[in-house]
């Protein structure tokens, strides 16, 4: 099936002279993560269905410094923040899309006071941009009825008040989509920002991921939807833990759409 | 004779508001002992902000029980500073009710002042109510040790007061009762003090209105001690709180210059440091990020001032939900806790801070604390007065990382891992594309 994804890079759009639509910034996650790398895919698809011309950085692409920011390592974040920049900025980017909430928020928000602004999407957001101009279409498939719960990252939603575009998509899947008690701005945190998904979490009664997994199968939900990696490898393991893996799957919204159209 | 009383209200007032004033300095110099920070941006957004969630109760409000009751306080308290004027009036130029010459309109006035306080009693017999006897858990969580849970109790207790004696001087008041206007509650009590002589109720009434405004000028001196602060802060606080996305966080200029340096190739490594004094930036700071309170910026402390210790931040915060040892407001009460004691050093040194081998980091705040925040903005979506204990949070990360490399082992891994190959997990970047083949 991979042969059919096409996955041109900036280099190559740049030796041809052109520019693409709109440059797909794929993420830590989402190009070493195995379990991410399926999202990565899944999105690519969509946008090959579309017909959307999109390229990657590919090694070029570097972290986007967001958990050394936020474990309180500054310098190192800017000197990724200033080589990302650098090369955004060589190759002209105007548009970004990324499946990674965090990417999304520190090169929208973080970038351009050192000199990158562009314009920056989640992936989300740039499918229902999608569905809107009629670019693509959503059928529910497989999905149709089925009970869906979302879970809100917290840098999409609190971070940075995107709340409705995954839930218009799942809408579209004419799936159930049932909210969590904690939902929306009052979301609770899948436990893996501030750079805690890579080390142990501190003393306490519970793992952040299980308390929100739990939130979760309380609304008996068939899937739970994500729109971040890390919340999905989090609330995974979480469902996991409370061995309900027969009965729920974790997916990403991305992974949703495309699996609906037999992607 | 006759104008004893006036001039012991003028001491007494002058007295009162004369301290009120000095602590009120004191309360500024010690939030300037933090760092400048910039927020002369976005203007009408500010104003817009501390009309919605500090005069507006906007946030308030998404808890609706506590919202409505604490509505009712709060415009309780404005509205009676009307009753308030007329008492200082009064009492300096020795009238009796100045503002009753304005006709019916007083007594539609006082009648709402009345109901008013009434309406403000039974709030705040609920709202003891709540903390004391249902026990809700954000008011017991660990670090609402004996001080902040009673200072909680004191206000409230202080209110009844105020508010009962209220209404008892305009129950004894013989004249205001003959003006049968606006007395809705107080002709109601008036009837339990019935068989007394009018002497006696005009000692109850002068008594009453004595201690009423005495009780006032003392509970406006209790502000800088208590949390109560917020009723003046959380104005400031509003006004200078966030206005940049929640996700966003300052990018440190001192790191922006020195980083822009390294990466200029036409800069000369091994030019001495020296020279570069003179342009456009900020001179190098002593220290990255926070490790005392004058580390953080002036912001920071005056959050550390508005927080109510209400522990809505806490009750949202996952890592508190799940039994760690953060506490957002724990934060907030330690770096004000901490401020005051700097505070008063500099106050016993004769202006100077004299160093005491403390400071806000590990006296106060542990670095367990610090390291398990995951950074999900719960606790600044659920303040209701805008304070934002992560970007306290990150300073001290900042400070541990920067100055002592005291990340925890796995995070000093993932950090050389983006280092070497630009990903917290040790894969080769030019693996970066694989993914496309697989
Ligand atoms: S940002 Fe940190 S302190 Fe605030 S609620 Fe989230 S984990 Fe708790
Ligand atoms: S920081 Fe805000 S939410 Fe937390 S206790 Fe203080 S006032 Fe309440």
Redesign the interface.
Known sequence: M?ES?K?P?MAEFMAQGKQPEVLFW?G?A????DRA?KI??AFVKLLNKANVEFA?L??E???T?D??????????F??????NIEVLNAYEVKKIVTACPHCF?TI???YP??GGTYEVMHHTQFLKTLLDEGRLTIEGGQFKGKRITFHDP??LG????VYEAPRDLIQKLEAELVEMKNCK??G??C??????????????????N???TEQALDVKPEIIAAGCPFCNTMMTDGVKAKEKEGDVAVMDIAELIANAQDL | MQYIPNVLFAVILIAGIGFFVKNVKKLARNIKLGRNVDVSDNKSQRWKNMAMIALGQSKMVRRPVAGVLHAIVYIGFIIINIEVLEIIIDGLLGTHRIFASIGSLYGILIGAFEILAVLVFVSVILFWIRRNIIKMKRFWKSEMTSWPKNDANYILYFEMVLMTLFLIMNATDVHFQAMNSGNVISQVIATWFSGLSEGTLHIIERGAWWVHIVGILIFLNYLYYSKHLHILLAFPNTYYGKV??????D??EA??N???M??DPNVDPFAAPAEDTGTEGEEMPAK??ASDVQDLNWLQLLNAYTCTECGRCTS?C??N??????SPRKIMMDTRDRLEEVGKNIDANKGAFKEDGKQLLDDYITK?EL????????CT?ACPVSIDPLSII?D???????EQSA??V??N???TN??NN????P?N??????????
């Not at chain 1, 436990?191 to 952040?208: I, L, N, R, T």
């Not at chain 2, 970047?429 to 496309?436: I, V």
Request: charge should be neutral.
């Open positions: 991979s994804l996955v890079t794929v830590c989402g190009s070493f993560d790398k990565t895919k990657v590919g090694t692409e570097s972290c410094g958990p050394a920011k936020r474990s309180g390592n500054e310098f190192l800017q000197m990724q923040a200033v080589t928020n929208k928000n973080e006071e050192l917290c840098y609190r971070a940075n008040n701005r009052n609770l945190c436990g893996a920002g501030g750079a805690q998904m890579f080390k142990e979490p501190e003393k306490g009664d519970k793992d952040v299980v308390e929100r | 940049k996305p929640k996700g966003q966080l990018n440190l790191v922006t020195e980083v822009k390294m990466m990255f990020g949202e996952p890592a939900q799940t039994g760690k040892k953060l367990e390291w398990a925040c995951t950074s999900c903005n719960a979506e990150l001290m990360r900042r400070y541990l990382v920067m990340a925890p796995e995070l891994n993932m950090m983006i280092e630009g990903a917290p997990w894969y970047q030019m693996d970066r594309l694989n993914w496309k083949d697989e």
